[in-house]
């Protein structure tokens, strides 16, 4: 058994002080938005901004007069309505007669072979004449010189597709907890300081902001090619970066803002359709996660609490270099950085999270998604 402590716990140590410093040193070393200066006029390409809603109500007047004040000479916004049911497309209306920035585009149905969402979003194209291409989220805020900053530094570093790294808005202590948890897990995923690197396999795309370049965009397929992807914010960063183009990735803090979701039993249901499909609606995958998870973020503290000699040793590194990364998250999200602490515990509702979200979605067959069902056979046939 001290054998089996000493291989287990040493693996642990080692990840982390070879792999996980890595991906810590990476993530110290990514751009800052807010240090690149403002584009003039005259070097502001044409943006389409895009977004899709689907009964937004509630939400979309602030982020319509967010989206309608940004500072940039040369930005068309367009508004998809996916067959909305509440007061969305009045709304949409309503600000597109007075502002002339704004269009909108209604869809009635959805054609067999599509998600709603990745539909919506191949429509807006379609309608669109910008250079650059933003897709976005209908909740998403931005400040007023966000897109000037992100024009300057796409022609800094030669970039194709962009990705902005912004605020998430965590109220309670549930938020805190998952979101930053969530964080560190999607760097160590993804290693998003990679992403820029020719011959790396890495790639990245948040919901909340890609940008990417037309030609780019018509070359890798559009969102013809995402049609049936759940998570097509990463799919399409996926579909950039394999077709031989040129990624990045820069963090903007509080220059692109949402708020997620509301309290843990959002945070719960939200993410309900997405993490199976993270793991490629594969079961194998799924539980190897959740292994990692677990092996990786809680059975270190109990190596530190009852393990003796060089297995304690091991399980102690393997605790504090990943707190010690958590709290480098916490600080960049702005927020306490005691919440590292609480790693196991957002490792455990994380694994639920993974578990629940492959349940449901094998006991249903498939996903319900803003209304509308896709059955499984059919996700999984379609995958990028």
Known sequence: MHIFGLLFFGAIALFWLTYGLDVAYGAVRLPWLSSFASSADSDCPRISLIFAARDEEEKLPAALTTLIEIDYPNLEIIAVDDRSQDATSRILDEFA???NRLKVVHI????????GKPHALQKAY???TGEWLLFTDAD???KLDTLRRCATLLRALELDHLTLFGDVEMVTFWEKVIISFFGMSFHLAIRPHRVTRPHSRAYVGV?????VKRTTYEACGAHRRLAMEVIDDVQLGKMIKLGGFRSGVALAQDAVSVRWHAGLSNLVRGVEKNFFAAAHFRLSEVFLQALTLL???VAPLFGVLFAHGWVRVFAAIGLLIPICFLIG???VMRISPFYALTLPLAAVVFTYMLLRSAFITLKQGGIYWRG???????????HL
């Open 97 to 99: 007669s007075t502002h």
């Open 108 to 115: 009635n149905e959805l054609p067999a072979g599509w998600l």
């Open 126 to 128: 379609e309608t669109s």
């Open 140 to 142: 998403v805020r931005f």
């Open 207 to 211: 919901g909340a902001f890609q940008m």
């Open 295 to 297: 092996s990786f973020n």
């Open 329 to 331: 998250v916490d600080t």
């Open 372 to 382: 509308t069902f896709y059955p499984l056979k059919d996700l999984r046939r379609n």
